[in-house]
């Protein structure tokens, strides 16, 4: 009988039935979304779309130049992208290109592709279709157990893997979710003592990633462990031998997750294809490895703590009844998710191909949800504390849900990029900088920085400074960079640069000290001024206008409140006829704050621009008239209070 439901039949039917309509209706919502949707051509999409075309189209994993030509055939709004393909970098002897990843995944697509075919329907929802048909059998399996599971202990779990992160990934044509659902189904069929289907569910999902073979270690350590105990004390060794076939029989379970190891090494000489690239290996004895796992934890963009917290604060405190009470597979399952994202922080960069939460720790997070799911109502047993359990629960899939909705919902947002920092950071950094201390390489790959600056910053909402990245051979250009409302703020940033060393460090801006870059030059190229036209001799971007329009557009700007002072440098003929100017907004939306003509015999030209509150999207622009050459060599906004 369920602890938290209640011990009345009829009202454990009831709420039996209420979540199965709860659950059908959360399902029918996801699907309708991937049909909306559809697949993103986002990470390693290309070696994931092309090793399903292989497998459709010959059977094999590895990609020849007509399946190149058939992808672009069934995914022409792709084609540009498989122009270069080079997969792992490793060719075979007949010219075929070898793929990142075992082809696993990609088999799990191959029936929704023919699916598609056979309805002529696109071919681009192979990936989120078969993305939601594992989520979602997942999600079923769980909460329809019902031999095995009391009723609290299916909805719960099935709250907790189905309010979870992995949605980001979705839309991508990438194996997470595939992952997600394989070390789900290893955790439920372990905690439900079915040892040879959790083995066999987390090889698995170690064909396509081997850090998730971590579960397989720690449950086979269980298995021997309990070997042992079980045997006569005076011969445990023999006792244990003499189950050989038993042993056998449970290790065979694992063998498909060890076929990758023999196929790489048969390909490459090694049994790992990034571990061939010997770049891509972060060194261990400098303790690169263990910051970057305390990252997965803790790191407030990609870490499990922002999307989590309460989840990991349940699921620490509940190690105290499973230790008192001896429940020796809860420790252990969360000792499987650690050493899941222990391997995974062997990579050179962790920073890199996430919607939000690191991959690695949305599948791996499912090891602690179902732990938790699992063990909650049964380490939960006195009547005070049952409420408090149920509470928990539901705070747990109340917060990690509200982060979903606040980053983007469904949809892969600009606001959990890899190249951006989360709205949670953002948050944090803006009234407590010091609270954050990511990865260098973090910070320096989601910083507020202009393209081309020299060292890394975060700005709050008013474009002020809150926190810097930098070493003693950035303080001149910083202190030259730098303006403040108070003089005193100037003061103590001087202080701070004058400890820098020689390695990059952090300065943490209280959020009391109102400091702001005082001038910034964009050029056309590097991602800041998108140009119409070509580059002279001299580097100037050259634009000869055989009809009215925009020789120069861009970046997408954010001011802050305050005056300003933008000046275009530049060459024009005689005669030309062009305005430059400072707008807001796109197309039809489009507001023009300042503007005025250019002067051909000038060659600057500076627009004044009073901005009373912050403003986003603001793009410096020069429209010209036909039959006119002009050269422009760069915009300067300078803060002049």
Same mark, same amino acid.
């Given at each position: 009988?369920?602890?938290?439901?209640?011990?009345?039949?009829?009202?454990?039917?009831?709420?039996?039935?209420?979540?199965?309509?709860?659950?059908?209706?959360?399902?029918?919502?996801?699907?309708?979304?991937?049909?909306?949707?559809?697949?993103?051509? /986002?990470?390693?999409?290309?070696?994931?779309?092309?090793?399903?075309?292989?497998?459709?189209?010959?059977?094999?994993?590895?990609?020849?130049?007509?399946?190149?030509? +058939?992808?672009?055939?069934?995914?022409?709004?792709?084609?540009?992208?498989?122009?270069?393909?080079?997969?792992?970098?490793?060719?075979?002897?007949?010219?075929?290109?070898?793929?990142?990843?075992?082809?696993?995944?990609?088999?799990?697509?191959?029936?929704?592709?023919?699916?598609? $075919?056979?309805?002529?329907?696109?071919?681009?929802?192979?990936?989120?279709?078969?993305?939601?048909?594992?989520?979602?059998?997942?999600? /079923?399996?769980?909460?329809?157990?019902?031999?095995?599971?009391?009723?609290?202990?299916?909805?719960?779990?099935?709250?907790?893997? *189905?309010?979870?992160?992995?949605?980001?990934?979705?839309?991508?044509?990438?194996?997470?979710?595939?992952?997600?659902?394989?070390?789900?189904?290893?955790?439920?069929?372990?905690?439900?003592?079915?040892?040879?289907?959790?083995?066999?569910?987390?090889?698995?999902?170690?064909?396509?990633?081997?850090?998730?073979?971590?579960?397989?270690?720690?449950?086979?350590?269980?298995?021997?462990?309990? #070997?042992?105990?079980?045997?006569?004390?005076?011969?445990?060794?023999?006792?244990?031998?003499?189950?050989?076939?038993?042993?056998?029989?449970?290790?065979?379970?694992?063998?498909?997750?060890?076929?990758?190891?023999?196929?790489?090494?048969?390909?490459?000489?090694?049994?790992?294809?990034?571990?061939?690239?010997?770049?891509?290996?972060?060194?261990?004895?400098?303790?690169?490895?263990?910051?970057?796992?305390?990252?997965?934890? +803790?790191?407030?963009?990609?870490?499990?703590?922002?999307?989590?917290?309460?989840?990991?604060?349940?699921?620490?405190?509940?190690?105290?009844?499973?230790?008192?009470?001896?429940?020796?597979?809860?420790?252990?399952? #969360?000792?499987?998710?650690?050493?899941?994202?222990?391997?995974?922080?062997?990579?050179?960069?962790?920073?890199?191909?996430?919607?939000?939460?690191?991959?690695?720790?949305?599948?791996?997070?499912?090891?602690?949800?179902?732990?938790?799911?699992?063990?909650?109502?049964?380490?939960?047993?006195?009547?005070g504390l049952r409420l408090a359990g149920a509470a928990a629960g539901v705070v747990c899939c109340l917060y990690t849900g509200s982060v979903i909705l606040?980053?983007?919902?469904?949809?892969?947002?600009?606001?959990?990029?890899?190249?951006?920092?989360?709205? /949670?950071?953002?948050?944090?950094?803006?009234?407590?900088?010091?609270?954050?201390?990511?990865?260098?390489?973090?910070?320096?790959?989601?910083?507020?920085?202009?393209?081309?600056?020299?060292?890394?910053?975060?700005?709050?909402?008013? #474009?002020?400074?809150?926190?810097?990245?930098?070493?003693?051979?950035?303080?001149?250009?910083?202190?030259?960079?730098?303006?403040?409302?108070?003089?005193?703020?100037?003061?103590?940033?001087?202080? $701070?640069?004058?400890?820098?060393?020689?390695?990059?460090?952090?300065?943490?801006?209280?959020?009391?000290?109102?400091?702001?870059?005082?001038?910034?030059? #964009?050029?056309?190229?590097?991602?800041?001024?998108?140009?119409?036209?070509?580059?002279?001799?001299?580097?100037?971007?050259?634009?000869?206008?055989?009809?009215?329009?925009?020789?120069?557009?861009?970046?997408?700007?954010?001011?802050?409140?305050?005056?300003?002072?933008?000046?275009?440098?530049?060459?024009?003929?005689? *005669?030309?006829?062009?305005?430059?100017?400072?707008?807001?907004?796109? $197309?039809?939306?489009?507001?023009?704050?300042?503007?005025?003509?250019?002067?051909?015999?000038?060659?600057?030209?500076?627009?004044?621009?009073?901005?009373?509150?912050?403003?986003?999207?603001?793009?410096?622009?020069?429209?010209?008239?036909?039959?006119?050459?002009?050269?422009?060599?760069?915009?300067?906004?300078?803060?002049?209070?």
């Amino acid at each position: 009988m369920s602890r938290f439901i209640g011990s009345s039949p009829a009202r454990k039917r009831a709420a039996e039935v209420l979540c199965a309509v709860v659950l059908a209706v959360y399902l029918v919502f996801l699907f309708v979304n991937c049909v909306q949707t559809g697949t993103f051509f /986002i990470g390693e999409a290309a070696s994931y779309s092309l090793t399903t075309v292989s497998l459709a189209h010959d059977g094999n994993g590895f990609v020849s130049g007509e399946e190149l030509a +058939l992808a672009r055939e069934w995914f022409p709004d792709w084609a540009s992208n498989y122009q270069s393909f080079a997969g792992s970098g490793y060719v075979l002897a007949n010219g075929d290109v070898v793929p990142w990843y075992f082809p696993t995944y990609s088999a799990c697509c191959v029936p929704a592709l023919w699916i598609l $075919q056979l309805l002529k329907l696109p071919l681009y929802g192979t990936f989120c279709y078969t993305n939601f048909v594992l989520f979602a059998l997942v999600l /079923i399996l769980v909460f329809t157990d019902r031999a095995r599971l009391h009723l609290a202990q299916r909805v719960l779990m099935t709250l907790l893997l *189905g309010i979870n992160p992995i949605l980001f990934y979705f839309e991508w044509a990438s194996a997470e979710t595939f992952l997600f659902a394989f070390v789900a189904l290893a955790c439920w069929c372990w905690v439900t003592n079915r040892r040879h289907r959790a083995a066999l569910m987390i090889s698995l999902a170690g064909t396509m990633n081997p850090c998730a073979l971590a579960l397989g270690l720690v449950m086979i350590a269980e298995y021997l462990a309990g #070997l042992f105990r079980q045997a006569p004390g005076g011969a445990r060794l023999r006792s244990v031998l003499g189950r050989w076939k038993e042993i056998l029989l449970y290790a065979c379970c694992y063998l498909p997750g060890l076929v990758p190891f023999a196929y790489n090494y048969s390909i490459c000489g090694s049994i790992n294809l990034t571990a061939s690239h010997s770049n891509e290996i972060a060194d261990f004895w400098d303790g690169t490895v263990l910051r970057q796992l305390v990252a997965y934890f +803790l790191d407030l963009n990609f870490g499990l703590l922002p999307y989590f917290g309460p989840l990991l604060l349940v699921a620490v405190l509940l190690l105290v009844p499973a230790l008192c009470r001896h429940v020796w597979r809860y420790p252990l399952m #969360l000792l499987a998710m650690a050493g899941m994202l222990f391997g995974c922080s062997f990579m050179a960069n962790i920073n890199c191909g996430m919607a939000g939460i690191a991959r690695y720790n949305a599948w791996g997070a499912a090891a602690m949800s179902t732990a938790v799911g699992f063990y909650l109502p049964r380490l939960v047993q006195r009547r005070g504390l049952r409420l408090a359990g149920a509470a928990a629960g539901v705070v747990c899939c109340l917060y990690t849900g509200s982060v979903i909705l606040w980053y983007g919902g469904l949809k892969t947002t600009e606001c959990v990029s890899y190249l951006y920092a989360t709205p /949670i950071t953002e948050a944090v950094v803006a009234r407590w900088p010091a609270l954050y201390h990511p990865l260098q390489s973090t910070f320096a790959a989601r910083a507020n920085t202009s393209p081309g600056s020299a060292f890394e910053y975060y700005r709050d909402d008013n #474009l002020h400074l809150r926190k810097l990245m930098a070493s003693a051979a950035d303080r001149d250009l910083i202190l030259q960079s730098m303006a403040a409302q108070d003089p005193a703020d100037l003061t103590w940033l001087e202080e $701070q640069l004058q400890s820098l060393g020689e390695k990059p460090r952090y300065i943490d801006i209280p959020a009391g000290r109102n400091l702001y870059i005082r001038t910034r030059i #964009l050029v056309a190229g590097c991602n800041e001024l998108s140009v119409d036209g070509r580059y002279d001799s001299a580097g100037a971007f050259v634009q000869t206008a055989p009809d009215p329009g925009y020789a120069m557009t861009g970046p997408g700007d954010d001011l802050g409140a305050g005056q300003y002072t933008v000046t275009l440098t530049y060459t024009a003929d005689p *005669g030309c006829q062009a305005q430059f100017q400072i707008t807001r907004g796109y $197309q039809d939306e489009m507001e023009i704050l300042a503007s005025a003509p250019l002067d051909p015999a000038a060659g600057t030209l500076s627009l004044s621009l009073n901005v009373t509150v912050p403003l986003e999207d603001v793009d410096y622009r020069i429209y010209q008239e036909e039959g006119s050459t002009l050269r422009f060599y760069q915009v300067q906004i300078d803060r002049i209070a």
